[in-house]
């Protein structure tokens, strides 16, 4: 009389799904270590900081509109005679630039949460091309304001570094240094997929 096998899970086969269950989950963590979820978190995190920082701008206009006044006119630096030469004192040009500023601002944080989009898009098809590339765009932006804006313009032209009261210097080098590690990421040779973004 024949009998029949019924498996008690113990067998060859049983192992073998275990250990492929058990190999999957693995390899889940070890994705979530990767580059591209790296550049995917960093590219999030600027984001949201220039996201903030231009809503606080629109919402809260005045604040910084002296600390841009104060800066521009040079007002609480040592007025040092040939320095002072290069203040701007109309209020028209001081909140013109001013608004360019929060202008440039919101267009980058745009840039940022659309790059940021394309990074979680990407992670799903292992496609990280236009994720670069808008992350490349809207970093390199955040670098102009803070690098180029704040800390050459505002803090060698206009001489920020000797005010006491409306000196920016340490929040923009701030902001200078994670967009800069954020850019260095993204461009990790690790960043790369296999397959091509679908347009």
Do not use: C
């Not at 008690?8 to 269950?21: D, I, K, L, Y």
């Not at 005679?81 to 028209?92: F, I």
């Not at 940022?112 to 670069?132: M, N, P, V």
Request: hydrophobic share 50%.
């Amino acid at each position: 009389m024949a009998q029949s096998h019924r498996s008690n899970g113990t067998g060859p086969g049983a192992r073998s799904t275990a250990t492929t269950t058990t190999a999957s989950r693995g390899d889940g963590l070890l994705r979530l270590g990767a580059p591209p979820v790296a550049a995917t978190a960093l590219t999030a995190t600027v984001a949201l900081s220039m996201t903030l920082v231009a809503f606080g701008n629109i919402t809260d206009f005045g604040t910084n509109q002296q600390f841009v006044q104060h800066v521009l006119s040079m007002d609480t630096t040592f007025k040092d005679p040939d320095l002072m030469w290069r203040a701007v004192e109309s209020p028209a040009l001081q909140n013109a630039a001013y608004v360019a500023v929060i202008v440039w601002e919101t267009l980058a944080a745009l840039v940022l949460l659309a790059a940021t989009w394309f990074w979680i898009t990407g992670l799903r098809r292992e496609a990280y091309d236009r994720a670069r590339a808008a992350s490349t765009v809207g970093l390199v932006m955040v670098l102009l304001l803070f690098g180029l804006g704040f800390l050459a313009i505002g803090g060698e032209w206009f001489a920020m570094w000797q005010s006491s009261d409306w000196n920016g210097l340490d929040a923009a080098a701030r902001n200078v240094a994670l967009a800069a590690f954020t850019l260095l990421v993204v461009h990790l040779p690790g960043v790369r997929g296999p397959a091509a973004d679908q347009v």
